[in-house]
């Protein structure tokens, strides 16, 4: 074999070689290494109902903005309130004085029937105690109607639930507000977190607690991250109340894509979250 031959078998060895080594290196990087493309910020939205029916008064907010947990964000009309609030406080002073009446009687009729049993029947001692005692309980629903009465003058002012941007702000002065019926969303600012969509080939390399790289598509900006955990379970025909992850494609067998929280920390100056934003997730295994 000339020297040419035998040079010529070893670059194509070598070439051999090399591209197994790449496409070795290549599948593990695809199918075993944790990393993924495939990642959201998400954040707790949280919807704003009030309590209380009644016209819309006063609106102390605008789209966008940023408040503060306890901030009142709108104010539903509170004539009514403060009406039936005065109204409670009425009834409590009146049930107050029927309960001062009807224990004098009580305690007048007892010291009578001791001092003189004759003087006056058993059967109206028990009945002066019976009335103290009904003035009682009457006085005590008469205070829990005042302390609902106030609650509701309290719960006309809507207020922030947490610090967060106030989104999706469509309420004019004028509206009915309904019980329970959602009027605008905060996002909860503290609440900022990534889910990332793992194939379950590269679950055995994460673990909770293993550091994790997030850039986001938006600027390109690189935020530190913990893995907090993954979901246990997965949506399958009939288990509606799980996390949706619907294959690529229907026509071949994908390895699942498993939910895995990823909590965020410090964010680089300049950076602003938005729920929804995409990003990639690099999980870095601890070396255990």
Do not use: C
């Not at 695809?30 to 819309?56: F, K």
């Not at 006063?58 to 403060?82: E, M």
């Not at 009425?90 to 309960?99: I, N, P, S, Y």
């Not at 690099?282 to 255990?288: A, E, G, L």
């Amino acid at each position: 074999m000339t020297i040419g031959s035998v040079l010529r078998v070893g670059v194509t060895l070598l070439a051999t070689a090399a591209a197994v080594f790449v496409g070795w290196r290549l599948w593990l990087y695809y199918t075993v290494s944790p990393w993924t493309r495939d990642a959201r910020v998400l954040a707790q939205v949280v919807e704003i109902a009030p309590d209380v029916s009644g016209l819309v008064d006063a609106v102390n907010v605008r789209d966008n903005q940023f408040v503060h947990k306890g901030d009142v964000l709108f104010v539903i009309d509170q004539q009514r309130f403060t009406a039936a609030l005065q109204q409670a406080q009425a009834d409590v002073a009146l049930k107050q004085r029927a309960l001062d009446y009807a224990r004098d009687t009580a305690a007048r009729d007892a010291n009578l029937e001791r001092a003189d049993a004759a003087a006056i029947s058993a059967q109206t001692v028990e009945l002066t105690s019976s009335t103290a005692a009904e003035a009682q309980a009457e006085l005590g629903a008469a205070q829990a109607a005042l302390t609902t009465a106030r609650i509701n003058l309290e719960r006309s002012n809507v207020r922030a639930p947490a610090d967060g941007y106030i989104t999706n702000f469509n309420v004019d002065v004028g509206d009915y507000a309904r019980v329970g019926e959602g009027m605008l969303a905060l996002v909860d600012s503290h609440s900022f977190y990534v889910y990332a969509y793992f194939m379950e080939t590269k679950l055995p390399a994460i673990r909770d607690g293993d550091p994790a790289r997030v850039e986001l598509m938006a600027g390109g900006a690189v935020i530190d991250g913990v893995v907090e955990g993954l979901s246990r379970a997965v949506a399958i025909p009939g288990a509606g109340l799980l996390a949706k992850v619907d294959p690529n494609f229907d026509w071949i067998r994908l390895a699942q894509r498993i939910p895995v929280r990823i909590k965020l920390g410090p964010l680089p100056p300049g950076v602003r979250l938005v729920s929804g934003l995409s990003a990639t997730v690099v999980v870095q295994p601890k070396i255990r």
